[in-house]
């Protein structure tokens, strides 16, 4: 809380949601209602408090001074209009004996982040200057994801167990009359679904300049335009329609543009099959997206497939639309365990198409043998016992293991051209019954068959 202010193209082209931003109301522009005095951060929807702090909402509507938004007619504040808008946000970051505590605002994102995605995330602070009053100017702010809410894993004031993943990483932040950009990418881990920003370093690691001696004294910033964005303009597919072109426009926010045409605009345009990409640079981040473009007019019309017998087989439409399969079901993929011929109607923005799968049957086997006994003697006879396939397919995966009677692993491969040579950790295992679990699996037109099968094997001398 703000305790010291309560005292006084559309042009034939496709546009993609390339900058959709996961954070609801990061300009503060959506609240309940006027603030009325310090500490109202829950008034801006979708925010609150991530500690034991009260941010503070800050709006054109106020009619207390001390949560307007600093203007002209405040002559003991430096002044600075919102960024977006007419609202934003403030918070303690820093202080020396002084008994506010670090404030944290937090919200929800939309989504939650997925594993491995990269994610452009960036936010607006204006470090507050107030006549009269011992200002310092810090160097530390960040951003955190978090998958749990932070307010229910601190209940401490100054959040300090909490690394954050964007991190500002200039100098003091002291110009008061702008606005400075905080930003980054982050590399999920999956499932992160909230945000907190805030000072994350104690008051002993905070770097801080102040314009004199005396005590107390403390850091105070504004905070505007939260944004995390995920560059995903592109589709996985791109169907040309008969052989027309399209065009994508990949906007993103005020990024550098690389496609692997050579283009350095936003927008491509697509005029033959290939797989296409494009890289964005902003603020010293590189973000990516490809896809697969297909020319309708190539896409075949009658497939063969072959099944085995006793199983079923995967039929997936070429293109995407709205489905119909001859036996009435309306989704992309359609499982078979019977030969026969199926249709598939897809109705799309090029046209319909009409698709035929003949499937045949086939016996598939695939067996593997595993000898009953063997002598380890070195004497160049069953020295070793390994499984021996015989498929009329190659072997995808494999894994081949021995225990003895007590249950423990003695062997363990995953290469068939490897067999036990009755030696565990170089010393030879004792003559008697061991137990084998051989699984493996390989692949028929396109369908993994797994296969599991136990037995027992005698070592001998």
Not at 144 to 155: G, L, M, Y
Not at 330 to 356: D, E, I, P
Request: aromatic share 14%; glycine share 8%.
């Amino acid at each position: 809380m703000n305790y010291f202010l309560s005292i006084i193209i559309l042009l034939n082209t496709t546009y993609l949601h390339a900058q959709i931003n996961l954070v609801s109301n990061g300009s503060f522009e959506e609240i309940s209602d006027c603030p009325s005095d310090g500490g109202q951060i829950n008034k801006a929807n979708g925010w609150f408090s991530g500690s034991n702090g009260t941010p503070d909402l800050y709006n054109e509507c106020a009619t207390n001074p001390s949560v307007l938004i600093p203007n002209i007619f405040q002559p003991f504040i430096s002044y600075q209009y919102a960024k977006t808008g007419k609202s934003f946000i403030g918070i303690i970051c820093f202080g020396i004996l002084t008994s506010d505590p670090f404030e944290y605002p937090e919200t929800k994102l939309k989504t939650k982040l997925k594993s491995n995605c990269i994610y452009y995330t960036r936010f607006y602070v204006n470090p507050r200057y107030v006549n009269g009053w011992n200002n310092c100017f810090i160097n530390q702010v960040g951003l955190a994801f978090t998958e749990k809410k932070v307010d229910e894993q601190n209940t401490i004031f100054n959040i300090t167990n909490i690394n954050p993943q964007i991190n500002y990483a200039g100098s003091f932040i002291d110009d008061t009359l702008g606005w400075t950009k905080v930003s980054g990418c982050y590399k999920a881990v999956g499932n992160e679904q909230y945000i907190t920003i805030g000072n994350f370093k104690n008051s002993l690691n905070t770097g801080y300049k102040k314009e004199s001696s005396s005590y107390p004294f403390s850091s105070y910033l504004f905070i505007d335009d939260v944004g995390v964005y995920e560059f995903d303009p592109l589709p996985d597919t791109i169907y040309l329609c008969n052989g027309i072109a399209k065009t994508f426009n990949a906007h993103f926010l005020d990024a550098k543009y690389n496609w692997s045409t050579g283009n350095t605009d936003s927008v491509e345009t697509f005029t033959q099959e290939g797989k296409y990409f494009v890289n964005v640079t902003i603020d010293g981040c590189i973000l990516s997206d490809s896809t697969i473009v297909i020319d309708t007019k190539n896409i075949p019309t009658n497939y063969t497939k072959k099944m085995c017998k006793r199983k079923s087989i995967k039929l997936e439409s070429p293109i995407t639309g709205d489905y119909l399969w001859n036996d009435g079901t309306t989704t992309k993929n359609l499982m078979v365990n019977k030969a026969g011929v199926y249709t598939l109607q897809v109705n799309n923005s090029c046209s319909n198409f009409t698709y035929t799968f003949n499937i045949e049957e086939e016996e598939c086997s695939c067996i593997a043998f595993v000898p009953t006994a063997f002598s380890p003697n070195n004497d160049g006879l069953n020295d070793e016992i390994k499984p021996l396939f015989n498929c009329g397919f190659p072997i995808e995966e494999m894994q081949y293991i021995i225990m003895n009677r007590f249950g423990n692993t003695v062997f363990k491969t995953d290469n068939a051209v490897f067999g036990w040579d009755g030696k565990y950790k170089s010393v030879e295992c004792e003559i008697g019954n061991y137990v084998y679990l051989l699984t493996y699996s390989y692949r028929v037109n396109g369908q993994k068959i797994s296969t599991t099968q136990k037995g027992d094997i005698t070592l001998i001398k």
